[in-house]
T-cell receptor, first 110, second 115 residues
Framework: EADIYQTPRYLVIGTGKKITLECSQT?????MYWYQQDPGMELHLIHY???????EKGDLSSESTVSRIRTEHFPLTLESARPSHTSQYLC?????????FGEGSRLTVL | AQSVTQPDIHITVSEGASLELRCNYS??????LFWYVQSPGQGLQLLLK??????LVQGIKGFEAEFKRSQSSFNLRKPSVHWSDAAEYFC?????????????FGGGTRVLVKP
């Protein structure tokens, strides 16, 4: 059983608010990822990290930012949320090969 | 760049019938290959993976997949579907070596199970 946790699971906020989606893993994995998934659609990589103080943008451009100050923690921040940011955000981690996913954070911006 | 195609957006199958989900990939060499399942409102769970060796891979929940290099395919199968198999299934490809574990996902196939 993978141990990767995302909070909040669901968030409804107004336009212009700053939000942070939390992601933590207890497996000691060096690599962590954020994927964005619109309803019924494929996953797109928006950020990844191969270790502490290492972050890179993924294949899909995103206005969000990430940080990796501790191995187990990989939060995603939106400074000013807009309705176009409404989506599900999935965090994952890996050591070698497969990714282990959290249950996702579903964000709705009104 | 790698890519994954899942030609079937929806599949409806009767409970107890067999299931096959198609996956085709584009990659310059032999990639890492994965199948994940996602229930509504949940994250993704790994069903099985192929790294090397035997091209027929067994996974959890009675699923198996076969890697066919000549067809660039990694189709998922289950001999007898249960109502709990209704979910979205994603095929994914990952690059080997220093590129790390960034996975590229297909568009998914939604499986509906009729009683």
């Amino acid at each position: 059983e993978a141990d990767i946790y995302q909070t909040p699971r669901y968030l409804v906020i107004g336009t212009g608010k700053k939000i942070t989606l939390e992601c933590s893993q207890t497996m000691g994995h060096d690599k962590m990822y954020w994927y964005q998934q619109d309803p019924g659609m494929e996953l797109h990589l928006i950020h990844y990290s191969y270790g502490v103080n290492s972050t890179e943008k993924g294949d899909l451009s995103s206005e969000s930012t990430v940080s990796r100050i501790r191995t187990e923690h990989f939060p995603l921040t939106l400074e000013s949320a807009r309705p176009s940011h409404t989506s599900q955000y999935l965090c994952a981690s890996s050591n070698t090969g497969e990714l282990f996913f959290g249950e996702g954070s579903r964000l709705t911006v009104l | 760049a790698q890519s994954v195609t899942q030609p079937d957006i929806h599949i409806t199958v009767s409970e107890g019938a067999s299931l096959e989900l198609r996956c085709n990939y584009s990659y310059g060499a032999t990639p890492y290959l994965f199948w994940y399942v996602q229930s509504p409102g949940q994250g993704l769970q790994l069903l099985l993976k192929y790294f090397s060796g035997d091209t027929l891979v067994q996974g959890i929940k009675g699923f198996e997949a076969e890697f066919k290099r000549s067809q660039s395919s990694f189709n998922l199968r289950k001999p007898s579907v249960h109502w709990s198999d209704a979910a979205e299934y994603f095929c994914a490809v990952g690059a080997r070596g220093a590129a790390g574990n960034k996975l590229t996902f297909g568009g998914g196939t939604r499986v509906l199970v009729k009683p």
